[in-house]
């Protein structure tokens, strides 16, 4: 039988890779394939280089497939970094959040990132980026709103009559 080629086998190899990395399921597949080549008697050596892995990635699958069978192949929880606040300290900043931000000595009167950033830096000794801060308010239902222009020394009845929609009798 003839052997058979792939184009480019370099850029093939990174979108099969990619591929792998692309869901639970496949890197689950792969690592299972991996487990299968040494149970049928590969070192964990050659498995990781056919595979472009670690052999001790390879040593580490084994170890799981031995220890939780087919279940240990698979991708466990990850739970991430730990929150920066407590539960109370939570609930105390959500607090915070709907009072007006120079009830606490800052010079804005709406919320956002950097000022939350800085008002736990001052009131929780928390050193929290600017986007997470963006983040926690998501987490938190709030909604960052930001004023709205308002044209200098407008003339009402030419605003009314510049809106698309008239106004209606109760306005």
Known sequence: MR????????????????????SDESRYDHRLHGV???????????VALLFGEDPRTVQRWVKRFEDGGFDGLRDGERPGRPR?????????LERDLRRNP?????NQNLWDGKLLSEHLNQHYRVSIGVRQCQRMFNQMGFRLR??????AQSDPGRVA???????????
């Open 36 to 46: 299968l080549l040494v149970a049928n008697g590969q070192s964990c050596r050659e």
């Open 84 to 92: 920066s606040l407590d539960e109370r300290q939570w609930v105390r």
């Open 3 to 22: 052997k058979l080629e792939i184009e480019n086998p370099e850029v093939m190899s990174i979108a099969i890779r990619q591929e792998i990395e692309r």
């Open 102 to 106: 120079r009830d606490f000595g800052h």
């Open 146 to 151: 930001k004023p709205r222009p308002q044209v």
């Open 161 to 171: 009559a510049f809106k698309k929609t008239p106004p209606t009798e109760t306005d």
